[in-house]
């Protein structure tokens, strides 16, 4: 799937999300969970939510920057590195946060959980030359 095309069903999920308040698009048909990621655009500065499933892991959650197996890192990747505090949303409850990229050893380590959770990460990792990168994102303090 093409990033334009990731974008516009991105911002489709962001909006249903929102308004059932995650009752519908929360969800993939696998009961993965869905939760919606707000960052800051590293050149714009503008607030940027995206739809991303995660794995819970006690109180933080662990996210894929896979982009469907594209070439290139996902926007919001690269916005948590120029600036790693951000927001999660689970339902109607928000969460401020901040992202860590995880080591290659602490990727490997949740990568079975991941790919059990959902089955085409492992496609998506076959399928790029770049190290698709994990997060997690820890709660903290609001501003």
Same mark, same amino acid.
């Given at each position: 799937m093409?990033?334009?095309a990731i974008?516009?069903?991105?911002?489709?999920?962001?909006?249903?999300?929102?308004?059932?308040g995650g009752?519908?698009?929360?969800?993939?048909?696998?009961?993965?969970?869905?939760?919606?990621?707000?960052?800051?655009g590293r050149t714009s500065g503008q607030r940027r939510t995206v739809p991303l499933l995660y794995l819970a892991d006690g109180d933080d959650f662990?996210?894929?920057g896979s982009q469907g197996g594209a070439p290139r890192h996902p926007g919001w990747a690269l916005n948590l590195e120029a600036d790693p505090r951000?927001?999660? =949303?689970?339902? %109607? +409850? *928000?969460?401020?946060?901040?992202?860590r990229r995880l080591s290659d050893e602490e990727r490997d380590r949740f990568w079975p959980r991941l790919v059990a959770m959902y089955p085409?990460? =492992?496609?998506? %990792? +076959? *399928?790029?030359?770049?190290?698709?990168?994990?997060v997690r994102l820890s709660p903290r303090a609001p501003d």
């Open positions: 093409q990033p334009a974008r516009a069903m991105g911002a489709l999920n962001t909006w249903v999300y929102r308004l059932s009752r519908i698009m929360g969800r993939m048909p696998s009961g993965a969970p869905i939760c919606l990621l707000t960052t800051t662990i996210v894929v951000a927001e999660v =949303e689970l339902g %109607r +409850r *928000r969460v401020p946060v901040t992202g085409p990460y =492992e496609d998506y %990792r +076959r *399928r790029t030359t770049r190290s698709i990168p994990v």
